[in-house]
């Protein structure tokens, strides 16, 4: 089934269409084949494969699909030095909990740099934040996950990494 939005000139539009669109997805959501792809790429990457045929053998995949996905697929790295990246997340308008979040971005070594939250409606906040990646900064995939365990939160999502 393919979405279509409203393009800006009226006329509509396949997302599929868009060809150099990007997603930021969690990894449950991608297809195993091309976690194999990324698996392969760092095999060849550290050497410890020699070919391409050596690396797609050793993750179980086709030449064929990895040629197919190679470039299509990059890890998110989550410690990018330097790079601003925007949570967004929704939580209960629980007095502290604001606080307790914050206090995981810190002990995570985060930089905060603008924090949003909008008025809470049907006593549920939206939060923005923006954090700078540092070079002690610790995994921001951890970070994502301990705040996602905490009570209160609904969810937290990456909106943008620049």
């Given at each position: 089934m393919c979405t279509e939005y409203e393009?800006?000139?009226?006329?509509?539009?396949?997302?599929?269409?868009?060809?150099?669109?990007y997603f930021l997805v969690k990894q449950k959501a991608v297809p195993e084949v091309l976690l194999k792809v990324v698996e392969a790429k760092k095999l060849l990457e550290s050497e410890k494969v020699m070919t391409i045929q050596e690396a797609t053998d050793v993750v179980g995949i086709s030449r064929s699909s990895f040629y197919k996905y190679k470039d299509d697929i990059l890890p998110?790295?989550?410690?990018?030095?330097?790079?601003?990246?925007?949570?967004v997340?929704?939580?209960?308008?629980?007095?502290?909990?604001?606080?307790?979040?914050?206090?995981?971005?810190?002990?995570?070594?985060?930089?905060?740099?603008?924090?949003?939250?909008?008025?809470?409606?049907?006593?549920?906040?939206?939060?923005?934040?923006?954090?700078?990646?540092?070079?002690?900064?610790?995994?921001?995939?951890?970070m994502c996950e301990e705040m996602e365990?905490?009570?209160g939160i609904h969810y937290v999502k990456i909106l943008a990494r620049e």
């Open positions: 393009h800006s000139q009226g006329e509509r539009k396949s997302i599929v269409e868009e060809k150099g669109k998110f790295y989550d410690n990018t030095k330097g790079k601003t990246v925007t949570f997340l929704q939580m209960d308008d629980e007095q502290g909990l604001l606080s307790d979040l914050l206090r995981i971005v810190a002990d995570y070594k985060a930089n905060i740099l603008t924090i949003y939250q909008s008025i809470p409606v049907n006593s549920i906040a939206t939060l923005t934040l923006s954090v700078e990646v540092r070079a002690n900064t610790g995994s921001l995939s951890s365990a905490m009570a």
